[in-house]
């Protein structure tokens, strides 16, 4: 299995700034995916991205709000802009490690708090 | 549209007592099965998975799962609990899309071992 780290692990920001989350995989993956988990809810996922093409979000997310970047094939970044306290979650990144079975590895998590 | 529904988002069993955690999908293509789990405080980790052949799989960690295409079950069970399988357990599907194929989770079901 790959082996995917998140930074940061958690962060408390205020209410109308941006923090970026990163997504390290250690070995060379096509597709990433980032969810958010509401508290005590389960997995949505926001986007998914492949590199050298534009993310691919799902309803109710859009660019703006949760800008992504795929620079190549072991790196992925997801930006939650002007934060209200409802983007209060925790985010998770995830790589598609066998296209054949569509299994998908998860990273750690970034515990976001907004106040 | 493909979905999965976890019956009971609390389970309560006793230490050695038979683990069942039941997931109900919806599919209109044989699908790919999954239960992950979260640990506080972490990410989703794969237990187990099914995508063809044998219709019984075992995972990690003393877990199995049973796909009955007939009742469009996929429960989850581990004969004896141990304290260290609290835990929160998500059950989720595969679902082909043009973008590449995402995930749907259940609910999640919260484990408690009791003593």
């Known amino acids: 299995s790959a082996v995917i780290s998140q930074k940061p692990s958690r962060d408390i920001c205020q209410r109308g700034t941006s923090l970026t989350i990163q997504c390290q995989v250690d070995?060379?993956?096509?597709?990433m995916f980032w969810y958010r988990q509401q508290p005590g809810q389960s997995l949505t996922l926001i986007a998914t991205?492949?590199?050298?093409?534009?993310?691919?979000?799902e309803s109710g997310f859009v660019i703006d709000k949760f800008p992504i970047s795929r620079p190549n094939l072991t790196f992925s970044t997801l930006t939650v802009s002007n934060m209200s306290p409802e983007d209060s979650s925790i985010y998770l990144c995830?790589?598609?490690?066998?296209?054949?079975?569509?299994?998908?590895?998860f990273g750690p998590g970034t515990r976001l708090t907004v106040l | 549209a493909q979905s999965v529904t976890q019956l009971g988002s609390h389970v309560s069993v006793s230490e050695g007592a038979l683990v069942l955690l039941r997931c109900n999908y919806s599919?209109?293509?044989?699908?790919?099965l999954f239960w992950y789990v979260q640990y506080p405080n972490q990410g989703l980790q794969l237990l187990l998975k099914?995508?063809?052949?044998?219709?019984l799989v075992k995972g990690i960690n003393g877990f199995e799962a049973e796909f009955k295409k007939s009742e469009t079950s996929f429960h989850l069970t581990k004969p004896s609990a141990h304290m260290s399988d609290a835990a929160e357990y998500f059950c989720?599907?595969?679902?082909?899309?043009?973008?590449?194929?995402?995930?749907?989770f259940g609910g999640g079901t919260r484990v408690l071992v009791k003593p």
């Open positions: 989720a599907v595969s679902v082909a899309k043009a973008a590449g194929n995402k995930l749907t």
């Open positions: 995830s790589v598609d490690w066998d296209r054949g079975t569509d299994t998908q590895y």
């Open positions: 599919s209109s293509v044989p699908p790919y």
């Open positions: 099914y995508t063809t052949g044998a219709t």
């Open positions: 991205a492949n590199q050298g093409s534009e993310a691919t979000y």
């Open positions: 070995s060379q993956v096509t597709m």
